[in-house]
């Protein structure tokens, strides 16, 4: 299959190729398309064939469920049922937006789409591409993110070709997602509402409106079959370099890295930094590959996932990187680095290391 790839602008897409991808998702085919957070593999979340073919495509489980994205309210009473008045609060507050709910799933709904539980994660997203082809498509789509699993995420086109070219019928390209990571995942089906996954939108704006939010701790778990969210793997976005992930206080953190850094180079390997550029530059001896990363938690975000990608693909065999304050996106870089780096944290403090 050749992939057809559509240039777009990212404020006001062209419908020639909106209309031709929206063709597409209702023939049961699978689109590519920017979000604010990432780019999604989309497929007409109502055909059960459609959204098999995302699976095949991204050798993703079946036991992993996919957010389905709506472009209307009308659209989240077909998917959901019982949906609680606090949803639409939600929703009036943060769609379109990177934060996606865990509602009971309506029987149109594949079973599949949620790896079989009768629930529905659903989103609308705030890109103006992603709400031209929902409402040109007129069904609710079914879009996990467009890399191959365990994958670090997409967040530009070149990275979805990367991963899917060949699998699928076609890429809307408008350049670089926004936030760089994915939506914040709230349960509403639980008797408390519950975060099941950090995101774009942070756990501090959701708490202001829902004093007794939860947050999973998942990454005490192991296996799919246990968690809460399911999918929450870890060994998740993990490039292919050995990801070694610090934490501890500045000083001792830096200490560490930099001298496993020189035991790295006195053995003949090559290593990068996912590091604030503030760190990079300081940091001696200086990397075989450099990638900027910015140095705010925005600018962080954005660039995560390219800068995984991006230090792969220049055959770097060790990535250093380190634990933020996990105030804000904070939490959100900490749970993509800690699954990154499948669940290994060096304790930079611990003199026994
Ligand atoms: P992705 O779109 O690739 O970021 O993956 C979607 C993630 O959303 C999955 O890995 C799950 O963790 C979560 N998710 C989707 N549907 C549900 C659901 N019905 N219940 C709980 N979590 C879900
Ligand atoms: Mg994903």
Redesign the pocket.
């Known amino acids: 299959m050749v992939t057809q790839i559509w240039h777009v602008d990212s404020a006001s897409p062209d419908p020639t190729a909106v209309n031709a991808a929206a063709a597409i998702l209702r023939a049961g085919g699978l689109v590519a398309f920017p979000t604010e957070t990432v780019y999604?593999l989309g497929a007409n979340a109502l055909d059960a064939a459609a959204v098999a073919r995302i699976f095949m495509a991204k050798e993703r489980p079946a036991s992993?469920?996919?957010?389905v994205h709506v472009h209307e309210m009308a659209q989240l009473a077909l998917v959901a049922v019982e949906i609680p008045p606090l949803a639409y609060i939600l929703a009036e507050r943060f769609w379109p937006g990177p934060l996606?709910l865990?509602l009971r799933?309506a029987a149109v709904v594949p079973a599949s789409v949620?790896a079989g539980?009768d629930?529905?994660?659903v989103r609308m997203p705030g890109h103006p591409v992603a709400l031209a082809l929902l409402k040109a498509a007129q069904v609710p789509v079914a879009?996990?993110?467009a890399n191959r699993f365990a994958r670090p995420?997409a967040t530009t086109a070149d990275h979805v070709r990367e991963d899917l070219d060949g699998r699928i019928e076609g890429i809307l390209d408008a350049g670089s997602a926004w936030i760089g990571v994915?939506s914040t995942?709230l349960?509403l089906t639980k008797t408390v509402p519950m975060v099941?996954?950090p995101g774009g939108v942070p756990v501090e704006r959701l708490r202001e409106m829902l004093p007794d939010l939860e947050v999973v701790s998942r990454h005490l778990h192991i296996t799919d079959t246990q968690i809460?969210?399911?999918?929450?793997l870890l060994k998740h976005y993990a490039p292919h370099a050995e990801l070694r992930l610090y934490a501890g206080t500045a000083e001792s953190v830096q200490a560490a890295m930099q001298s496993h850094a020189a035991v790295v180079r006195r053995d003949g390997r090559s290593f990068g930094l996912l590091l604030p550029d503030r760190e990079a530059g300081a940091f001696r001896p200086q990397p075989d590959v450099q990638f900027s990363l910015g140095d705010t938690a925005e600018e962080i975000s954005h660039r995560l996932f390219d800068g995984m990608r991006f230090l792969d693909q220049n055959g770097v065999q060790v990535i250093l990187a380190h634990l933020f304050n996990s105030e804000g996106l904070g939490l959100t870089l900490n749970d993509r680095l800690f699954r990154a780096a499948e669940g290994r944290v060096i304790a930079a403090d611990d003199d026994r290391m």
């Open positions: 999604g992993d469920p996919v957010i996606t865990v799933r949620s539980r629930t529905v994660a879009a996990p993110s995420s994915e995942i349960d099941l996954r809460e969210a399911p999918g929450m």
